[in-house]
């Protein structure tokens, strides 16, 4: 199997990355640099790495993707909190633009790999895609927004055979995480929030899914 990957570089992305690559799927990792893709060489020996940045479309625009893919997991993303009377335009357009436009902007080009293997589409959303919470007015917009981008997706692309998942996980113990805990002024502890290998399992059980069903939505909380 062929997996198009955001956010394998940390996190969740690079969990799944590496159980991806551990059973002998291919990866293709998009990376924002090419010190990055060196570096997650190092980390994901085997991936292939596309080198695009997600808050530039023009970047986006020039990638070159397999000709079939049995998946594309979104799983890359940015946060600022701020109070609606205190976050500036950079803040606004760059958690848009990282969190909503590059997932579509890459669905759309990948669209016709899936399509050749009745892919999946997964899009590992947020519980701020639910609920929107005082400080997380961009960041819920942003994922707010691609619920919505995966909600129609998912209905323009059935009779194609596509798949469309948004996993919205909880508090995960990911570097985007600790940068959370440290906007709010709070203390990090780790053990406190989900793994995310917990997450890269609910994402690889979507992706293992038989073709009798499909997960439209699934939710993962910490206990």
Same mark, same amino acid.
């Given at each position: 199997?062929?997996?198009?990957?955001?956010?394998?570089?940390?996190?969740?992305?690079?969990?799944?990355?590496?159980?991806?690559?551990?059973?002998?799927?291919?990866?293709?990792?998009?990376?924002?640099?090419?010190?990055?893709?060196?570096?997650?060489? &190092?980390?994901?020996?085997?991936?292939?790495? #596309?080198?695009?940045? $997600?808050?530039? *479309? %023009?970047? @986006?625009?020039? +990638?070159? !993707?397999?000709?079939?893919?049995?998946?594309?997991?979104?799983?890359?993303?940015?946060?600022?909190?701020?109070?609606?009377?205190?976050? &500036?335009?950079?803040?606004?357009?760059?958690? #848009?633009?990282?969190? $909503?436009?590059? *997932? %579509?902007? @890459?669905?759309? +080009?990948? !669209?016709?790999?899936?399509?050749?293997?009745?892919?999946?589409?997964?899009?590992?959303?947020?519980?701020?895609?639910?609920?929107?919470?005082?400080?997380?007015?961009?960041?819920?917009?942003?994922?707010?927004? $691609?619920?919505?981008? %995966?909600?129609?997706?998912?209905?323009?692309?059935?009779?194609?055979?596509?798949?469309?998942?948004?996993?919205?996980?909880?508090?995960?113990?990911?570097?985007?995480?600790?940068?959370?805990?440290?906007?709010?002024?709070?203390?990090?502890?780790?053990?406190?929030?989900?793994?995310?290998?917990?997450?890269?399992?609910?994402?690889?059980?979507?992706?293992?899914?038989?073709?009798?069903?499909?997960?439209?939505?699934?939710?993962?909380?910490?206990?």
């Amino acid at each position: 199997m062929i997996h198009l990957l955001t956010g394998a570089g940390s996190g969740i992305g690079a969990v799944l990355a590496a159980r991806l690559l551990g059973r002998g799927d291919e990866v293709v990792a998009v990376v924002r640099s090419a010190e990055r893709a060196e570096q997650l060489a &190092d980390g994901l020996p085997g991936a292939t790495t #596309l080198v695009a940045d $997600l808050a530039d *479309p %023009a970047s @986006l625009a020039g +990638l070159v !993707l397999p000709d079939a893919l049995d998946s594309v997991v979104h799983a890359a993303g940015v946060v600022t909190l701020g109070a609606v009377a205190e976050l &500036d335009a950079t803040a606004w357009t760059e958690q #848009l633009q990282v969190n $909503l436009v590059a *997932p %579509a902007l @890459l669905t759309r +080009l990948a !669209l016709p790999a899936l399509r050749a293997r009745r892919g999946t589409v997964v899009l590992v959303n947020s519980g701020a895609g639910l609920h929107a919470h005082p400080q997380w007015s961009a960041y819920a917009a942003s994922k707010h927004g $691609l619920k919505a981008l %995966a909600d129609s997706l998912r209905a323009e692309e059935a009779s194609s055979g596509v798949r469309v998942t948004t996993v919205y996980p909880g508090r995960t113990a990911t570097p985007m995480q600790a940068e959370v805990h440290r906007q709010e002024g709070k203390a990090y502890d780790a053990a406190a929030w989900i793994r995310p290998e917990t997450v890269a399992d609910a994402v690889l059980h979507v992706l293992d899914l038989p073709r009798d069903a499909t997960i439209s939505d699934l939710t993962v909380r910490p206990t």
